[in-house]
């Protein structure tokens, strides 16, 4: 089975500064997906960003990048110039892929991101 | 384009009673996947309907089951409640395998 481990609880970063959250899972699958998602106060889960294993190049949203290394099976997400609205909870999460069958999201336990003014 | 829609947003149960969740996807979205979120247990995945189908299900007791009709809105009932089943319901669509996710704002549910 597929774990996904988010080893920071809280982070916290000024306004306009850049901020690394962390992310490793594990599996045996050669090929699949990763997820960043948000989950602002209101409670629905917003996708970020999302990688598949098969892509070198790390994605890339707007102020939302990736670094995704497949060997050390590390998915962290890096946001710049943090803005006020960026504040809530960021899960990462892993999907297998269609030929692999189960399709669930699996989800790290999250870290809450505080944006200081 | 509506999001996905569920209903209610906040519900209170006693202990022992059932309950019906609710959620309608986006338009043209044919699976429909319900997780249940916790402070203890975090994010855990409970079921996946598509084309009215069950396709797969999470580790979760039989109190705990679902169904989609041919419109694709899904329920989702839990018999017996458990003071443990407090938690949000969170309900998400995709159009087709191989899709990403769209997620509803949820169902909190609390068992008293």
């Known amino acids: 089975a597929q774990t996904v481990t988010q080893s920071q609880p809280e982070m916290s970063v000024q306004e306009a500064e850049t901020v690394t959250l962390s992310c490793t899972y594990d599996?045996?699958?050669?090929?699949?997906?990763l997820f960043w998602y948000k989950q602002p106060p209101s409670r629905q889960m917003i996708l970020v960003i999302r990688?598949?294993?098969?892509?070198?190049q790390n994605a890339t949203e707007n102020r939302f990048s990736v670094n995704f290394q497949k060997a050390a099976k590390s998915f962290s997400l890096k946001i710049s110039d943090s803005q006020l609205g960026d504040a809530a909870m960021y899960f990462c999460a892993y999907r297998s892929t269609p030929n692999f069958g189960n399709e669930k999201l699996t989800f790290g336990t999250g870290t809450r991101l505080t944006i200081i003014p | 384009k509506a999001g996905v829609t569920q209903t209610p947003r906040y519900l209170i149960k006693t202990r022992g009673q059932q309950v019906t969740l609710s959620c309608s996807p986006i338009?043209?979205?044919?699976?429909v996947s319900w997780y249940q979120q916790t402070p203890g247990q975090g994010l855990q995945f409970l079921f996946e309907y598509f084309s009215e189908t069950q396709r797969n299900k999470g580790n979760f007791p039989g109190r705990f089951s679902g169904r989609q009709f041919s419109n694709s809105r899904s329920e989702m009932n839990v018999s017996t409640l458990e003071l443990g089943d407090s938690a949000l319901y969170l309900c998400?669509?995709?159009?087709?395998?191989?899709?990403?996710?769209?997620f509803g704002s949820g169902t909190r549910l609390t068992v008293v």
């Open positions: 599996t045996s699958e050669s090929d699949y997906y």
């Open positions: 990688q598949e294993a098969y892509k070198q």
């Open positions: 338009s043209g979205h044919r699976s």
């Open positions: 998400a669509s995709r159009r087709d395998r191989g899709d990403g996710y769209t």
